[in-house]
């Protein structure tokens, strides 16, 4: 490569840096101007348009909240009726075990029973002293 190329590479880049910044500027003050003088792109409207677009703004608005509140509603729905699931759910769990504790406090005191039938009548009849000994 050659100085003079790259002194004209060089010269190339900042021209086309320059002209960008010089475009923003311009981009810039068009802007303000247009603000400070009330001028835009959009002056076509008139003021009935405008109350239009508010008005189906206002429609949109209060379709869309309705829409909301109506999704919101079925969370809640659905969340309720889960919680009330899982309380059935519990509540047929505690009412199993109810029912296997009382199986088994049965069967217990059937066993229990039926061993102290084989017993003599002389050491129930002491089973039954011992018991009413600490009592006294």
Known sequence: MDAQDVA???AEAAQHAGSGIFEE???LGSTFFTQMLGTSANSDLKHYEIKELAKKDKNFSK???AEVAARVKAYYEEYYATQKRRREQLEDQKEEREEEEKKLEKLNEERVAKSQMG???EVAKT???IKNYGAE
């Open 8 to 10: 004209g590479e060089v």
């Open 25 to 27: 500027f311009k981009k």
């Open 63 to 65: 379709e869309a909240s």
């Open 119 to 121: 017993v003599s009548p």
């Open 127 to 129: 089973r039954a002293e």
